[in-house]
Nanobody, 124 residues
Framework: VQLQASGGGLVQAGGSLRLACAASGFTFSMYGMGWFRQAPGKEHEFVAFIARSGGGTYYEDSVKGRFTISRINAKNTVYLQMNSLKPEDTAVYYC??????????????????WGQGTQVTVSS
């Protein structure tokens, strides 16, 4: 099982980045996918979730209206489009796969597979 996150980098406040997470080794379409982030000295924080079919998306309040999660099951890939970035969005971003079929998994223990993380740094 592998989740390979990419697309992080350094961007100025107000800018945009698009993260991608390529999955392999499991049946991608059978898993809901989430993005979490961890800022220096802080706990992991739920950012966004997308259901197996892509029909349902959910966001942490501070990113609503700025971030968009999407997936292409044929490519085994989930994306996180991040617009209007703020310095407080600076963190390592992780993608993760959840087998939960009911509700929105917002806790780390609800996810079975994790990627290695990609650094996002937003300068002011």
């Amino acid at each position: 099982v592998q989740l390979q996150a990419s697309g992080g980098g350094l961007v100025q406040a107000g800018g945009s980045l698009r993260l991608a997470c390529a999955a392999s080794g499991f049946t991608f379409s059978m898993y809901g996918m989430g993005w979490f982030r961890q800022a220096p000295g802080k706990e992991h924080e739920f950012v966004a979730f997308i259901a197996r079919s892509g029909g349902g998306t959910y966001y942490e309040d501070s990113v609503k209206g700025r971030f968009t999660i999407s997936r292409i099951n044929a490519k085994n890939t989930v994306y996180l489009q991040m617009n209007s970035l703020k310095p407080e969005d600076t963190a390592v971003y992780y993608c993760a796969a959840s087998s939960f079929s009911v509700g929105v998994p917002r806790r780390m223990e609800e996810y079975r597979h994790w990627g290695q993380g990609t650094q996002v740094t937003v300068s002011s």
